[in-house]
Structures are given as C-alpha cells and as structure tokens.
C-alpha cells in the first residue's frame, strides 16, 4: 500500500512519462496483462490510455488490472489516462523509502564551474558568467543627465 506522501511522488514522476500502452473497445485480455506485465518490470511506472471508443470506465479498468497483477499498485486515474507502479525485481529505479530515482551505476563527470570573463568596452565593463549578466553601466530612465534613478549622489548634480 502506498502512503500519501509516495502517490504524489510517482504521480510528480508521471508527469514527464508518455502514454506506454492503450486499451480498446476490445477491453482487457490475458495478452494485454502479460504486455503490462513486461512494461512493469522495465519502467516500474507506466501510463495507460483507455480510448474513447472503449465501453469500460478507466476506474474500472485500473481495478482490474491492479487485481490481476501481483504487487501492482494505482497510483491515479485522471479523464481516460491511468498510472499504475509495480516495483521491478531486477532494474530497480524507483526507491520509494526515500523518494527518489535511483542513478544509473555510470557516474557523471562533475561539471566544471564557469570562470567569469570580462568584456572590455570603451563605456561600460561587464562580466558574463553562465546564467547572469552583471554590468556597470548606466542606469535609469534618464541615464547621465542627473535624472531619476541614476547613481549619482545629490552634491554633484
């Protein structure tokens, strides 16, 4: 059984998880199941569409194949779409004691920090480092004249 704090967990992991499987008109088969099945012990999250031409309800369907799959547990059911999670017996992704992914056992190289470079200009020095930009410029709706705004302090104007 999931506690509340694991639902929304998967539920957050869901979000980026394509549709992996659909269920007809034809309803559920012993066939479909083994599919899901397999899905299951790769992924360990899988969302499944019910198409809008299907007679069954996607609560209904969601129960049925949460019965007939040992360990598999509903995660949500939403419009036609529902998620269910089984964890894997041998990939093993998903820790739930903890909330969070697993990383793969090939660990990333550590990612080297940005050394700031300062562009020279006439006017105005910045410096640029990955993600912010800080300048020296001007500033202020009017800019040097005195105006709103600026740096200037009230003796030179």
């Known amino acids: 059984m999931l ?10 992991l ?7 499987f659909q269920i007809g008109k034809g309803g559920l088969s012993d066939n479909q199941i083994a599919e899901i099945e397999i899905l299951l012990e790769k992924h360990e999250l ?3 569409h019910v198409l809008e031409n299907s007679l069954e309800d996607p609560r209904s369907v969601c129960d049925e194949v949460v019965s007939r799959i040992d360990g598999c547990e509903p995660v949500f ?6 998620v ?13 004691v903890h909330l969070r992914i697993k990383e793969k056992e090939e660990k ?3 990612a080297k920090a940005s050394k700031p470079v300062a562009s020279k200009g006439k ?15 001007r500033t202020g709706a009017k800019g040097a004249r005195g105006g709103f705004g600026t740096k200037r302090s009230r003796d030179k104007r």
Do not use: H, W
């Open 14 to 20: 869901s979000n980026k998880v394509n549709t992996m």
């Open 46 to 48: 899988v969302k499944i």
């Open 3 to 12: 506690t509340s704090k694991q639902r929304a967990f998967l539920k957050g």
């Open 77 to 82: 059911v939403i419009g036609k779409r529902f």
């Open 123 to 137: 006017r105005n020095a910045v410096i640029r480092t990955k993600a912010f930009s800080f300048g020296s410029g």
């Open 108 to 110: 990333k190289a550590p």
């Open 84 to 96: 269910i999670y089984k964890q894997s017996k041998e990939n093993k992704r998903i820790d739930l």
